[in-house]
């Protein structure tokens, strides 16, 4: 039986110069997609380019078919997103796109390779008149649907597919911006109380604006009166996409108890040509010194039966001295 459908889909995406290849498959069919010119490939890591609305660019991607045999692929538009963990992808093949993979159009929907012959495409991009400002990512998808073999032996369709990045900025205001929605604090002890305990932070981070940006966080963790009692390192946070964002988790060891902790997070943003003031959220956790607890309690019992036994002795001389 054959299973119409998509079992999985290899999606690379180029985070250097060298362009983006897909590992090869069962067919053992492998090609490459990078930013190209009419001339062939011109360097760039990704496709970044700037324009008005209502503006129509046009640029290229190299796909080289690497393998023995001609290769037809489909290739396309699409938009990208960040993952939970703030990593760049792209939308599934079946999702349509709405921004801007959608203002990308090329000649034809699919294009044969010789073998071992790179094909440089052009596509074109046509900025909506109502366009938002600020940054929109994409990428230009060459894909193959190849038929394969599942582990219950049934035969599958799997979309495998490679890509080249490109960001576009639309003219117009922009607003760089980045918050913390939430933060997150769980505090364990140690069962040796000399060792402290461990903080856990979670906070998340999204960008609100309309650029795409980078940044580091700090955690800063503090006790009564504002004591420091620890700081992590700068943490670099990966590209967030307008509307991305990620959920960062520390764990910070050796946090002594004192009753209450604080910690407050602070993220600096960057955009790749300015610094930006930095967004803080601080939140608090109850952090008992049970040792110490125990111990004044320990203390304070003492002190009470020491106290009772003195009265009791004291009561009892006076009865004897009445008795007398």
Same mark, same amino acid.
């Given at each position: 039986?054959?299973?119409?459908?998509?079992?999985?889909?290899?999606?690379?995406?180029?985070?250097?110069?060298?362009?983006?290849?897909?590992?090869?498959?069962?067919?053992?069919?492998?090609?490459?997609?990078?930013?190209?010119?009419?001339?062939?490939p011109?360097?760039?890591?990704?496709?970044?380019?700037r324009?008005?609305?209502? #503006?129509?660019? @046009? !640029?290229?991607? /190299?796909?080289?078919n &690497?393998?023995a045999?001609?290769?037809t692929?489909? %290739? *396309?538009? +699409?938009?990208?997103?960040?993952?939970?963990?703030?990593?760049?992808a792209?939308?599934?093949?079946?999702?349509?796109?709405?921004?801007?993979?959608?203002?990308?159009?090329?000649?034809?929907?699919?294009?044969?390779?010789?073998?071992?012959?790179?094909?440089?495409?052009?596509?074109?991009v046509?900025v909506?008149?109502?366009?938002?400002?600020?940054?929109h990512?994409?990428?230009?998808?060459?894909?193959?649907? #190849?038929?394969? @073999? !599942?582990?219950? /032996?049934?035969?599958? &369709?799997?979309?495998?597919?490679?890509?080249?990045? %490109? *960001?576009? +900025?639309?003219a117009?205001?922009?607003?760089?911006?980045?918050?913390i929605?939430?933060?997150?604090?769980?505090?364990?002890?140690?069962?040796?109380?000399?060792?402290?305990?461990?903080?856990?932070?979670s906070?998340?981070?999204?960008?609100?604006?309309?650029?795409?940006?980078?940044?580091?966080?700090?955690?800063?963790?503090?006790?009564?009166?504002?004591?420091?009692?620890?700081?992590?390192?700068?943490?670099?946070?990966?590209?967030?996409?307008?509307? /991305?964002?990620?959920?960062?988790?520390?764990?910070?060891?050796?946090?002594?108890?004192?009753?209450?902790?604080?910690?407050?997070?602070?993220?600096?943003?960057?955009?790749?040509?300015?610094?930006?003031?930095?967004?803080?959220?601080?939140?608090?956790?109850?952090?008992?010194?049970?040792?110490?607890?125990?111990?004044?309690?320990?203390?304070?019992?003492?002190?009470?039966?020491?106290?009772?036994?003195?009265?009791?002795?004291?009561?009892?001389a006076?009865?004897?001295?009445i008795d007398?």
């Amino acid at each position: 039986m054959f299973v119409r459908g998509v079992l999985a889909a290899a999606l690379v995406l180029i985070l250097s110069p060298v362009p983006a290849q897909a590992a090869p498959g069962d067919s053992g069919v492998r090609w490459s997609v990078q930013p190209s010119s009419a001339k062939g490939p011109d360097g760039r890591d990704f496709i970044i380019r700037r324009a008005a609305p209502g #503006e129509r660019l @046009t !640029d290229y991607v /190299g796909i080289t078919n &690497l393998t023995a045999g001609p290769q037809t692929f489909t %290739v *396309y538009g +699409t938009d990208a997103y960040n993952t939970d963990d703030g990593s760049f992808a792209l939308l599934p093949a079946a999702d349509r796109a709405t921004d801007l993979g959608s203002w990308i159009a090329l000649g034809e929907k699919t294009y044969t390779v010789p073998p071992n012959t790179r094909l440089d495409v052009p596509f074109a991009v046509t900025v909506p008149a109502n366009a938002t400002p600020g940054d929109h990512a994409g990428g230009v998808v060459a894909s193959i649907a #190849e038929e394969q @073999t !599942d582990a219950n /032996g049934q035969k599958v &369709l799997v979309d495998r597919r490679v890509a080249a990045r %490109v *960001y576009l +900025t639309v003219a117009g205001a922009t607003t760089p911006q980045v918050t913390i929605d939430t933060v997150r604090l769980e505090y364990s002890q140690a069962t040796n109380p000399a060792d402290g305990g461990e903080m856990t932070v979670s906070y998340l981070v999204r960008n609100t604006g309309n650029l795409r940006l980078g940044g580091n966080g700090t955690v800063r963790v503090t006790g009564p009166f504002g004591w420091e009692l620890a700081r992590t390192d700068a943490m670099e946070l990966p590209e967030l996409l307008p509307g /991305g964002s990620i959920t960062v988790t520390e764990k910070i060891t050796g946090v002594q108890p004192t009753v209450r902790l604080s910690a407050e997070v602070s993220v600096v943003p960057a955009s790749f040509d300015q610094q930006l003031p930095a967004a803080s959220r601080s939140t608090g956790v109850w952090a008992w010194p049970w040792a110490l607890v125990g111990l004044l309690g320990a203390a304070l019992l003492y002190l009470i039966v020491r106290l009772v036994r003195r009265r009791v002795r004291a009561r009892r001389a006076a009865r004897l001295v009445i008795d007398r």
